[in-house]
């Protein structure tokens, strides 16, 4: 698989290795700012890995409350002038003009590790009325073991970088649907939904949500959001990312290694018969 565009750069560095010293050229992660707007007036600004910008910024949209479909995304575009090289603006159109700057301005600032500052509340997302998540999708426990490597062998950044996260949604089966890459976790998540959203894969409430590294509060959230039961992470999730998957019938899982792996919430999707 080939990487995005600027997703990647590359640099000269100086490596020692079994007592030798050699110049070398190496391979890093790329990490830019962008904005979203919307209906001209600026929205957030993330850092980000270069690449499917349309789909993150939509993914965002959705996730964080924005927008609640497909149909009320009248458009979305890179914005880029005669004198700009690169784009790092994107701007969405509401339709029915639903977008009211006092009422969702929140001063989002994001960084790429951290995702969304202060947005840590179970009553926020309470508040939002969101759908509630497939009860019937049920998956094998074997089936799950199988994920991570086939997400790490996707990776076509991360095999250049070593330094980037992985987001995808899996069938029942175990087939791979998509997979998004960035160097916050939390844009992976978004890249992905963005992608089904303006894909028309929605709904997601037959997908498996398989993230690198630990399961955060803006995790489950997301997932939440875009109608996913079942997030699966190779790491641990945190407590409030726990208490948020078990207030609102999540799977949750962690620590997916080898032949092994923990549910924190959810269990029946996983074992139907257990009592």
């Known amino acids: 698989m080939r990487p995005p565009e600027r997703s990647v750069e590359f640099t000269q560095v100086t490596e020692w290795s079994e007592g030798a010293v050699h110049s070398v050229q190496d391979t890093l992660a790329a990490e830019e700012p962008m904005e979203i707007r919307v209906d ?34 009248a458009g979305i575009r890179e914005l880029r002038s005669d004198s700009m090289a690169r784009s790092n603006v994107v701007e969405a159109q509401l339709n029915g003009g639903s977008f009211e700057t006092e009422e969702h301005k929140r001063n989002f600032v994001a960084g790429s590790g951290c995702g969304i500052c202060g947005k840590t509340s179970i009553e926020a997302v309470r508040r939002r009325g969101l759908r509630a998540l497939d009860a019937g999708f049920r998956v094998d426990p074997e089936m799950l073991c199988r994920l991570p490597e086939t997400l790490r062998a996707e990776q076509a950044v991360f095999e250049r970088t070593g330094g980037l996260h ?3 949604f899996f069938d029942a089966r175990g087939n791979l649907v998509a997979l998004r890459e960035d160097i916050g976790r939390h844009n992976a998540v978004d890249k992905l939904i963005g992608w089904a959203l303006l894909h028309d894969r929605f709904p997601l409430n037959h997908f498996v949500l398989l993230v690198s590294g630990r399961g955060g509060f803006e995790i489950v959230q997301k997932a939440l959001a875009a109608g996913v039961p079942i997030v699966v992470c190779v790491s641990a999730p945190s407590a409030l990312a726990v208490k948020l998957a078990r207030e609102f019938g999540l799977t949750l899982i962690g620590f997916l290694r080898g032949q092994r792996f923990v549910v924190y ?6 074992f139907p018969n257990e009592h």
């Open 40 to 73: 001209g007036s600026p929205l957030t600004v993330t850092m980000r890995t270069p690449g499917h910008d349309l789909e993150l910024a939509a993914g965002f949209l959705l996730t964080e409350g924005i927008i609640a479909s497909r149909d009320q995304l």
């Open 166 to 168: 992985a987001a995808a």
């Open 265 to 270: 919430s959810g269990s029946f999707r996983c």
